[in-house]
């Protein structure tokens, strides 16, 4: 199966900047995806990365280690609204279609 | 701009009875999936669909089953529901292929279905 780690919850304040990590322990690894879910919402789709790196999206960059098996989710200048369940997922090359979802990270920001 | 739709928000069901969770998407997808959320467990994967007519089972399949006829409706049939299927349940949809993007999930609006 995938073991995909990531922290419970996480706290931070309005402006600061917070990291998100996820781990990852994958046969045929293929990208990671993370998406954000807003309490009572459906997930939408945040970033994708294939290759090792950073990949900046405006506040929110993700980057991807694949040797390390190893993502992280930034956000910069938080505000209250990032507040929301954050969800790592990987894919693997046999069974493209599918993701495999972490158990997400919940982010409070406070003012 | 609704691009999944899943017909019912909110269920309310007795044990025993059999129920049924449509969802519907207008983008032409090939892949569908049927999630359901549950505190501290995060999503799980019930059934997938790569194709019309085609089912794949995920990881949590028991006690649920799928029909897909039709390319742009995936449904999800408990035959007997049980207390322990209360449950927010999530119908996605994604392009398929090998292209960038292709496995980007969009997800319904959910329906939280309650079993007594």
């Known amino acids: 199966g995938q073991n995909i780690d990531q922290p419970t919850e996480m706290t931070a304040t309005e402006g600061a900047i917070v990291q998100i990590n996820c781990t990852y322990q994958t046969s045929g690894f293929n990208g990671l995806f993370w998406y954000q879910q807003h309490a009572g919402e459906a997930p939408t789709f945040l970033s994708y990365?294939?290759?090792?790196g950073l990949e900046e999206k405006g506040r929110f960059s993700s980057f991807l280690s694949r040797s390390k098996g190893y993502s992280y989710l930034l956000l910069k200048e938080l505000q209250m609204k990032d507040s929301a369940s954050y969800l790592c997922a990987v894919t693997r090359g046999s069974t493209l279609g599918r993701l495999y979802f972490g158990r997400g990270t919940q982010l409070t920001v406070w003012p | 701009d609704v691009k999944v739709t899943q017909s019912s928000r909110y269920l309310v069901k007795r044990t025993g009875e059999k129920v049924f969770l449509e969802c519907v998407q207008d983008m032409d997808h090939e892949n569908m999936f049927w999630y359901r959320q549950d505190p501290g467990l995060g999503l799980r994967l019930i059934y997938f669909s790569y194709d019309v007519k085609m089912k794949e089972k995920g990881d949590i399949p028991e006690g649920y089953s799928v029909s897909r006829e039709k390319k742009e409706r995936f449904s999800l049939i408990l035959e007997s529901a049980s207390t322990n299927q209360t449950s927010m349940y999530l119908c996605?949809?994604?392009?398929?292929?090998?292209?960038?993007?292709?496995?980007?999930?969009?997800f319904g609006a959910g329906s939280r279905l309650t079993v007594l």
């Open positions: 996605a949809s994604s392009l398929g292929g090998l292209s960038s993007g292709a496995n980007v999930l969009t």
């Open positions: 990365n294939v290759l090792d």
